[in-house]
């Protein structure tokens, strides 16, 4: 992650403003850009799939599925197909070696 930093600033300057921005530890108010585009279904996405890497194997796959479920948690599964329209739906976002 600390390497993209250098693809995405624009100068040096900047580069030292982002590696200080992911060093903090000010968990302020999101940014405006990222506030503007953060609609509720993409939140919605955002926390199922925190919650399907946070939380423990054990805690999901004993309340959702009962049985010798060995794959997936159901949730995740579920929920996969969902997440991915969300993102594909999102705003157009330029590819990165464009700036270039």
């Known amino acids: 992650m600390l390497g993209w930093v250098l693809f995405r600033a624009e100068g040096l300057g900047q580069a030292r403003d982002f590696y200080a921005a992911m060093a903090s530890l000010d968990f302020g108010a999101l940014a405006p850009g990222v506030d503007a585009v953060l609609a509720r279904q993409q939140a919605i996405a955002l926390l199922l799939g925190l919650a399907s890497v946070v939380l423990p194997r054990d ?11 060995s794959g997936a948690p159901l949730a995740v599964v579920a929920l996969t197909p969902y997440a991915a329209i969300v993102v594909a739906a999102g705003s157009f976002s330029p590819f990165l070696y464009f700036q270039f």
Do not use: P
Not at 59 to 69: A, H, I
């Open 59 to 69: 805690f999901v796959t004993r309340r959702f599925v009962t049985g010798g479920w």
